[in-house]
């Protein structure tokens, strides 16, 4: 219940197309869905993030889409460029109070130039 | 800007060793976490820390324990390293009036157990 799945583990993009990263959850009480970007060399970063009251929420060349009834959520970058190569893991958490994140397993994304 | 900072970026130590990984943050955060990040594990959280002196174990706790003694400073102890524990570590925190919920990480300690 406590599971985030992230998939593909691994993808390769030519510049200017489309990285779409998906993930699923099974906690129902999740209603917090953040997205963190590591490079290497560096820890993880919040990128982007969403609540379930909106189905899609987009930052600049990111967008996070969000299927509530599917309990799935998914990470597309448009126009991806070699910049944007690192690896990007999905979360999810409960909204109120303290409560930790649950973290997928991570997607290491190269785009290539 | 916001700082979580990792004392050591990559350390070797011996099997039994006795391990200390310290975080330091700047931002007055009440909360802070240790992770373990792995290829194709994710990050894993080991423990995390909601105040001075509080500590909760995480999803995999064995092996190691923390401190918390002053609020900027989290500490990873490993009592007898064992080579399993050889890992990327990395320290967050986060402040608990946060609704967001934001967690500001460290660069990591890659840790090297012989």
């Known amino acids: 219940q406590q599971q985030v799945k992230q998939s593909p583990q691994s993808l390769i993009v030519q510049k200017g197309g489309i990285s779409i990263i998906n993930c699923a959850y099974e906690?129902?009480?999740?209603?917090?869905f953040p997205w963190y970007q590591q490079f290497p060399g560096k820890g993880p970063a919040l990128l982007i993030a969403?609540?379930?009251?909106?189905s899609e929420k987009k930052e600049g060349r990111f967008t996070i889409s969000f299927n509530k009834s599917a309990k799935q959520f998914s990470l597309h970058i448009m126009d991806s460029q070699p910049g944007d190569s690192a690896t990007y893991f999905c979360?999810?958490?409960?909204?109120?109070?303290?409560?930790?994140?649950?973290f997928g397993t991570g997607t290491r994304l190269l785009v290539s130039p | 800007d916001v700082k979580v900072t990792q004392s050591s970026r990559y350390l070797v130590k011996r099997t039994g060793e006795k391990v200390f990984l310290e975080c330091v943050q700047d931002?007055?955060?009440?909360?802070m976490f240790w992770y373990r990040q792995d290829p194709g594990l994710g990050l894993r959280l080991i423990y995390f820390?909601?105040?001075?002196?509080?500590?909760e174990k995480g999803d995999i706790p064995e092996g190691y324990s923390v401190s918390r003694e002053k609020k900027e400073r989290f500490s990873l102890i490993l009592e007898s390293a064992s080579t399993n524990q050889t890992s990327m570590y990395l320290c967050?925190?986060?402040?608990?009036?946060?609704?967001?919920?934001?967690?500001?990480f460290g660069a990591g300690t890659r840790l090297s157990v012989l």
């Open positions: 820390s909601y105040d001075v002196k509080m500590k």
């Open positions: 967050a925190s986060s402040f608990s009036g946060e609704v967001k919920n934001i967690q500001y």
């Open positions: 969403i609540r379930p009251d909106v």
């Open positions: 906690n129902t009480a999740f209603d917090y």
């Open positions: 931002m007055d955060h009440e909360n």
């Open positions: 979360a999810a958490s409960k909204d109120t109070g303290f409560q930790k994140l649950v």
